[in-house]
Each structure stands twice: as structure tokens, then as C-alpha cells.
């Protein structure tokens, strides 16, 4: 079993910053892919920004120049600094990673999701 953890969420005024950090854990041979998705009541799960395992980074044109996703490979942990919030990225966030097993078996996982709320 693969389990990620997601911290970091909470209300920040517009113009403030953020950092979400998600752990993945359990029987994990090798991430290939690790990256955030949001989501909002209704509507279908987007990107937010993906790193590869080659170090490639994609991001949602609307966070481009706002967001950095980063990783840390010895921790099994990928990172979203959020700067410059705004009200329209209020959502929740959810964790997503491609991970492979002891087992053989290669798996994509999802976290809990965090709630991010910019709101003055």
C-alpha cells in the first residue's frame, strides 16, 4: 500500500503565499511522476503543476510565473510554493503519484486533498 499525506492548506489574503508539501509512504520501490491537481465542487480535476522523474516541470497556464513545484527524491516528497494568491485559487488541492512496487505493480495515488481558501 502507497499512502500520500498533503499539509500546508489554510486561508491566506489575496497577494499572500502558501506551501503545500505531500509524503508518500509505504511499499515504494521508485516515483516516476509527482504532481498537484485542484478541484472544485462540480467541476473536473485540473492541473496545477507536475514534475517528471527527469526533473521537467509542467504548470496550468494560470499559475505560471506563481507557482514552483519542487521535490525532494530521498524523501519521497513533492512541494507547491504558492505566491501571489488569488481569490480564484481557492480549491482543493490533491497530491497525485505515479509510483512502482515492491511487488511489481505500477500505481497511480492520490492524496486526501488540502483546502486552500484566498479570501480577505
Known amino acids: 500500500q502507497v499512502q500520500l499525506v498533503e499539509s500546508g492548506g489554510g486561508l491566506v489574503q489575496p497577494g499572500g503565499s502558501l506551501r503545500l508539501s505531500c509524503a508518500a509512504s509505504?511499499?515504494?520501490?521508485?516515483?516516476?511522476?509527482m504532481g498537484w491537481y485542484r478541484q472544485a465542487i462540480g467541476q473536473r480535476r485540473e492541473l496545477v503543476a507536475r514534475?517528471?522523474?527527469?526533473?521537467?516541470?509542467n504548470y496550468a497556464d494560470s499559475v505560471k510565473g506563481r507557482f514552483t513545484i519542487s521535490r525532494d527524491g530521498a524523501k519521497n516528497t513533492v512541494y507547491l510554493q504558492m505566491n501571489s494568491l488569488k481569490p480564484e485559487d481557492t480549491n482543493v488541492y490533491y497530491c497525485?503519484?505515479?509510483?512502482?512496487?515492491?511487488?511489481?505493480?505500477?500505481?497511480?495515488?492520490w492524496g486526501q486533498g488540502t483546502q486552500v481558501t484566498v479570501s480577505s
Open positions: 497525485n503519484a505515479i509510483v512502482s512496487g515492491y511487488n511489481g505493480f505500477r500505481g497511480s495515488y
Open positions: 509505504g511499499s515504494i520501490l521508485s516515483i516516476s511522476d
Open positions: 514534475i517528471l522523474s527527469g526533473g521537467n516541470k
